[in-house]
């Protein structure tokens, strides 16, 4: 049925479109070219602007209410970020320096290096920094060199 019913549509339309002689097209492309005089400057300066929005004005209790209020800016906190590295015979290797215990970072004071972590203690709290987990990488160390 679908089928039926485009070859009926696709014929008509082929019907009305041979239905034009080249003649008619000629006209219609003539005027197309033909200029076209449109709307003149002073009519178009009188008409009203469609993009306006007007706003409605508010009661004059919410002016006063306005007036009075005022607007504080507070930067929110800013975290620093810490990264641990490494950690060796109890120094911590963090944001590229070598910290040991008792140490200052910032405003915090390194309080505990352990094998895998820093504990950085300061009057906001403290921070536990952690080695990240990495695939073990071996080094083997030789003595001397062996035939």
């Known amino acids: 049925m679908k089928k039926i019913l485009i070859l009926i549509t696709f014929g008509f339309t082929l ?30 300066e009188g008409t009203a602007n469609p993009f306006i929005i007007r706003k409605k004005k508010k009661k004059k209790i919410e002016e006063k209410k306005e007036e009075n209020l005022t607007t504080v800016y507070t930067p929110a906190p800013v975290e620093i970020v ?41 009057k906001s709290g403290n921070r536990v920094l952690k080695l990240e987990k990495r695939k073990k990488k071996f080094i083997k160390l030789n003595q001397g060199y062996r035939k």
């Open 15 to 44: 019907l009305i479109s041979g239905s034009l002689s080249s003649d008619e097209i000629l006209n219609m492309v003539s005027k197309i070219k033909e200029e076209r005089v449109g709307i003149s400057l002073a009519k178009l």
């Open 82 to 122: 810490y990264k641990l590295d490494a950690i060796l015979n109890h120094a911590a290797f963090i944001n590229k320096k070598w910290y040991r215990t008792g140490d200052t970072i910032d405003n915090y004071k390194v309080g505990y290096v352990s094998r895998h972590s820093v504990t950085l203690k300061g």
